[in-house]
């Protein structure tokens, strides 16, 4: 993948230190004392003074609504109020918590519930492990009539710990088989031990090998050696590896979390969110909208795997649930799938991503409501959000509706009753509760990994209305010195409606009430403050993706041992040909801007060559240039261009939209096969 760019950020120290983390193996515990109904009694302790940290926010090289908001200028570090610095949520936070806990019950009713939960049930004995096979793309494992190589194929990108906990997963289906009498299926151990395996997987055993060699590149501190509590002023930096599988990470982390000298001295988890930083790879980042959806599918059966084995390893047992079929409502808008909604809305908006009602809603608070004093807390008037629900649900898409009279409040309310009357979780059935497990990890990269992990599992709407709500959340917390409401406080709020849904039981309400309520907000804050980052495609799974290509291309050699020996004549005579010097390379960009620009153009690749390089070069030869400008001209005068990006097309990837500052010449070497197209952006249809 080539060497890696050191992002240069203002205020750091110079040597990247690891933070010593409390890491350990945790088990969910379920108390069987429900004290939802309650309120939390005020902490006698007293809270600690602290100043204002700058490392409260900032996600490096992605910076979060709130910081772009809040910085004058590029590459400053300002420090952030001093209530969004607040340990722990106060009592105010808490009470809004469990009064959100009761609207949610009391609004979905017992006997509704009770009916939901009896359609959505936990998968039986081998069913789950069936399903969790068929998502992860590892079907073909328990099929007799699939090929070796198929097999072969599928798990050939996989690193040890991945391949465990498939072995895993494969034992316990074959465990309910045998109590079936039926017989099972192949073990694992035995496909990659097979003849066939080996010629095409050379290097699939060395997977924990180049985990280790990624993770020494990386520098690190002795765990023993950090600073003890008490001199800490604020949290260090956490750098955010997205090189070597999280599950291998976990692996490295919890080895070195026995060794004795690393028992004496642990974090302290204060509640304070530090700078996160990810040094940049010279390929770049890879946002989730960036691939293909056929390379997108494989990367959520990746991210399944990955996640199953960080579980395991943190003995987080996690169930599954299945949404039965329900009756959907008459209505248009509430209680409508996210699906329904979109097939409907893109019949009048093509390509639109989010529900046109949601986006109508969302601009309205924007707008209006976010500098609304208690916006999401304060409650608006039932009569009036019940009316103004009436009104959409008949006017919204006649367009017969007037935003000018509603109070933000009344808007407020309709959007959390929105988001908790679908009728699926927004998280999902098959992974609330382990959105809802990510509570109970100590660790906040390990957090942040399971969060990562866990979006890109979300189906495309689901994910996209998502990220829609958590933008709108972080710009209520950037107008915090007007609203009054901090980060804990829109996280508590908000966790209920997202953690909560009638078709899943969960333990939300149950055990020490400050306790759980503080936990689960703690994830509604990692997912507003560091959204940018889980909406990002880490390196190793990106290289996976790339792997799985590759070997799936090569399959085919194995079928006709005359194609065979064919291709291993070709592979060797091109070795004995001379090695052309790659430092300066010439490359022809096919150019593909709808009908304003179509042919090629002629690059020249040096080390240092990136992505934003070849499109100022396509800027100014084709859109720019006197004889070939393509510009629009607007009423005011000015010129607009059209939005281009760089794609890699084909090779061992379907299509990527390639980041600025890729460097093109590790990109080249990563897929030679690979051709390079410069095409307009998509229109998302984000906007309303």
């Given at each position: 993948m080539g060497g890696r760019e050191e992002l240069v950020v203002s205020g750091l120290e110079t040597n990247m230190q690891f933070s010593r983390t409390r890491l350990g193996r945790f088990r969910l515990r379920s108390n069987q004392s429900p004290l939802w109904a309650k309120r939390g009694k005020p902490s006698s302790r007293k809270k600690k003074t602290r100043d204002p940290s700058?490392?409260?926010?900032?996600?490096?090289?992605?910076?979060?609504?709130?910081?772009?908001?809040?910085?004058?200028?590029?590459?400053?570090?300002?420090?952030?109020?001093?209530?969004?610095?607040?340990?722990?949520?106060?009592?105010?936070?808490?009470?809004?918590?469990?009064?959100?806990?009761?609207?949610?019950?009391?609004g979905s009713g017992d006997t509704d519930l009770d009916c939901t939960r009896r359609d959505s049930r936990q998968s039986e004995e081998g069913e789950q492990e069936e399903q969790w096979l068929a998502d992860a793309g590892l079907s073909t494992l328990i099929s007799e009539d699939s090929e070796d190589v198929d097999k072969a194929v599928l798990l050939s990108t996989l690193t040890r710990t991945q391949a465990e906990a498939v072995q895993r997963r494969l034992d316990s289906y074959t465990l309910s088989l045998r109590k079936r009498n039926k017989p099972p299926p192949r073990d694992v151990r035995d496909i990659f031990g097979s003849p066939i395996s080996q010629k095409l997987l050379p290097g699939s055993q060395n997977s924990e090998d180049l985990a280790q060699h990624s993770m020494a590149s990386v520098p690190k501190t002795p765990l023993s050696a950090m600073t003890p509590d008490h001199q800490r002023g604020a949290p260090k930096d956490e750098f955010f590896i997205t090189d070597v599988a999280y599950c291998e990470q976990a692996v490295i982390f919890l080895k070195q979390a026995k060794l004795p000298q690393n028992?004496?001295?642990?974090?302290?988890?204060?509640?304070?969110?530090?700078?996160?930083?990810?040094?940049?790879?010279?390929?770049?980042?890879?946002?989730?909208?960036?691939?293909?959806?056929?390379?997108?599918?494989?990367?959520?059966?990746?991210?399944?795997?990955?996640?199953?084995?960080?579980?395991?390893?943190?003995?987080?047992?996690?169930?599954?649930?299945?949404?039965?079929?329900?009756?959907?409502?008459?209505?248009?808008?509430?209680?409508?799938?996210?699906?329904?909604?979109?097939?409907?809305?893109?019949?009048?908006?093509?390509?639109?991503?989010?529900?046109?009602?949601?986006?109508?809603?969302?601009?309205?608070?924007?707008?209006?409501?976010?500098?609304?004093?208690?916006?999401?807390?304060?409650?608006?008037?039932?009569?009036?959000?019940?009316?103004l629900q009436q009104n959409l649900e008949t006017n919204f898409y006649s367009g017969r509706i007037s935003w000018d009279e509603v109070s933000p409040n009344d808007a407020a309310a309709l959007l959390k009753k929105f988001i908790r009357e679908l009728p699926a979780p927004l998280l999902t059935s098959?992974?609330?509760?382990?959105?809802?497990?990510?509570?109970?990890?100590?660790?906040?990269?390990?957090?942040?990994?399971?969060?990562?992990?866990?979006?890109?599992?979300?189906?495309?709407?689901?994910?996209?209305?998502?990220?829609?709500?958590?933008?709108?959340?972080?710009?209520?917390?950037?107008?915090e010195k007007r609203n009054r409401m901090n980060l804990w406080a829109v996280a508590t709020i908000m966790?209920?409606?997202?953690?909560?849904?009638?078709?899943?039981?969960?333990r939300l309400?149950?055990?020490?009430?400050?306790?759980?309520?503080?936990?689960?907000?703690?994830?509604?804050?990692?997912?507003?403050?560091?959204?940018?980052?889980?909406?990002?495609?880490?390196?190793?799974?990106?290289?996976?993706?790339?792997?799985?290509?590759?070997?799936?291309?090569?399959?085919?050699?194995?079928?006709?041992?005359?194609?065979?020996?064919?291709?291993?004549?070709?592979?060797?005579?091109?070795?004995?040909?001379?090695?052309?010097?790659?430092?300066?390379?010439?490359?022809?960009?096919?150019?593909?801007?709808?009908?304003?620009?179509?042919?090629?153009?002629?690059?020249?690749?040096?080390?240092?060559?990136?992505?934003?390089?070849?499109?100022?070069?396509?800027?100014?030869?084709?859109?720019?240039?006197?004889?070939?400008?393509?510009?629009?001209?607007?009423?005011?005068?000015?010129?607009?261009?059209?939005?281009?990006?760089?794609?890699?097309?084909?090779?061992?990837?379907?299509?990527?939209?390639?980041?600025?500052?890729?460097?093109?010449?590790?990109?080249?070497?990563?897929?030679?096969?690979?051709?390079?197209?410069i095409k307009m952006k998509p229109n998302t249809g984000k906007g309303p």
């Open positions: 700058p490392t409260e926010m900032s996600v490096e090289p992605w910076p979060s609504p709130q910081d772009q908001g809040a910085a004058k200028h590029i590459g400053s570090i300002h420090a952030l109020p001093s209530q969004d610095q607040e340990e722990h949520p106060d009592k105010l936070c808490l009470d809004s918590f469990w009064s959100e806990v009761e609207t949610i019950q009391q028992n004496c001295q642990r974090r302290k988890e204060d509640g304070t969110l530090p700078r996160v930083i990810c040094p940049k790879c010279r390929i770049g980042v890879t946002h989730i909208q960036d691939l293909s959806h056929t390379d997108m599918k494989k990367v959520r059966q990746l991210a399944l795997i990955d996640m199953t084995a960080l579980c395991d390893l943190l003995e987080l047992e996690v169930k599954r649930h299945k949404s039965g079929k329900r009756k959907i409502p008459e209505s248009t808008l509430f209680g409508v799938p996210l699906a329904t909604l979109l097939d409907n809305d893109q019949k009048v908006k093509p390509n639109t991503s989010t529900p046109l009602f949601l986006q109508a809603l969302l601009s309205f608070l924007e707008k209006k409501g976010v500098d609304s004093e208690g916006i999401l807390r304060v409650p608006g008037s039932q009569s009036r959000i019940k009316l098959e992974y609330l509760n382990t959105f809802n497990a990510v509570r109970d990890i100590t660790d906040l990269k390990q957090k942040l990994h399971m969060l990562n992990l866990l979006i890109l599992l979300l189906p495309e709407p689901n994910r996209n209305t998502l990220k829609a709500l958590l933008e709108f959340l972080s710009k209520v917390v950037s107008r966790a209920p409606n997202l953690f909560l849904h009638k078709a899943i039981p969960s309400t149950d055990g020490t009430e400050k306790g759980q309520a503080e936990k689960a907000a703690d994830v509604m804050r990692l997912l507003i403050r560091y959204q940018d980052l889980l909406w990002t495609i880490p390196n190793f799974l990106v290289s996976q993706v790339r792997r799985l290509n590759e070997n799936s291309n090569r399959r085919y050699q194995f079928y006709d041992r005359r194609i065979k020996n064919l291709l291993r004549k070709i592979h060797t005579d091109s070795r004995e040909k001379p090695e052309k010097n790659n430092s300066e390379l010439q490359r022809t960009v096919k150019i593909q801007v709808g009908d304003l620009v179509s042919g090629t153009m002629e690059f020249q690749l040096n080390i240092n060559s990136r992505t934003s390089d070849l499109l100022a070069q396509f800027q100014r030869q084709f859109l720019r240039s006197p004889e070939n400008g393509k510009g629009k001209v607007r009423r005011n005068g000015s010129v607009t261009y059209p939005d281009c990006a760089l794609y890699e097309v084909g090779g061992n990837i379907g299509e990527h939209c390639l980041d600025p500052d890729t460097h093109l010449l590790d990109l080249y070497n990563s897929n030679p096969g690979g051709e390079w197209v």
